[in-house]
């Protein structure tokens, strides 16, 4: 099993656009996938799925209340996805999030003991390849959790030079010390007219600002604000310049 973390510095990257789509790619290719919102701040994931509610949320799961086999939902039919699509949702009720605002430390790290038993059953019982994590922006607690559990962390920065000197300092201030796999995924970059993808030098450019590989730089396109969750994916689209470079990170993803 492989796990990866999508985070960020500022709010509005794209890490729940980017955790949802990778989580159905890897799935329509034959992969088990697990899709963790852990974003207890802001849910999102399930304003997506309309698939049966687990009888448990994640925000039970991460206080111990809950295994994990009761805490997520098999979303393989709703999507017609070949491989199984399970999806954690957050707690969206205003006590939820609230409730999770005010864990403290100690909370926290007993929380990432159970994240990793929980790690453990997906990949023992249910037998899941890749799991992903939605997380909230900025130094949250959460978000490191999910950081910690997994293989690869996934840095999502925009060309915002508000987000790109946040990110930095995340990167300084925190994952030099965390020791994760760590990638950068461009988003919302310009493209080239007409929309081809991301001009090479474009990112050259961010190559020579980040320590860290740019795993891909995705274009930045009204198309995507236009299906307004309607479908998860751009399934009529294949040869959108968004699409493929989704797909590509993806399979790179794989191999990081
Ligand atoms: N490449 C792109 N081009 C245009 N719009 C995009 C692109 N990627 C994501 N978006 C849009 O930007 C908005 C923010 O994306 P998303 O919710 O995935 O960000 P986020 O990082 O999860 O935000 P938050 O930190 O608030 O959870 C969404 O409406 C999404 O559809
Ligand atoms: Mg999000």
Redesign the pocket.
Known sequence: MKSFTFHSYK?GTG??FMSMNLAVLYAKKGKKVCLFDF?FR?P?IHAFFDTPRPKFTLNELVDGQCEVDVAISDATKELDLPEQLYVGFADSSTEGISGMAAKDRKWQMRSLRLINKSMQTLSENFEVDYVIF?TSPGFQYSSINAVLSSDVAVLVTTPDRADVEGTLQLIEGVYEALERKTGIILNKMPAGIPSTGVPPQTIEKFSSIFSLPIIEAVPCSCDVMSLFGESIFMKEQKAHPVLKTLVSASEKLEKF
């Open positions: 709010g890490k729940t974003d802001a999102s939605d």
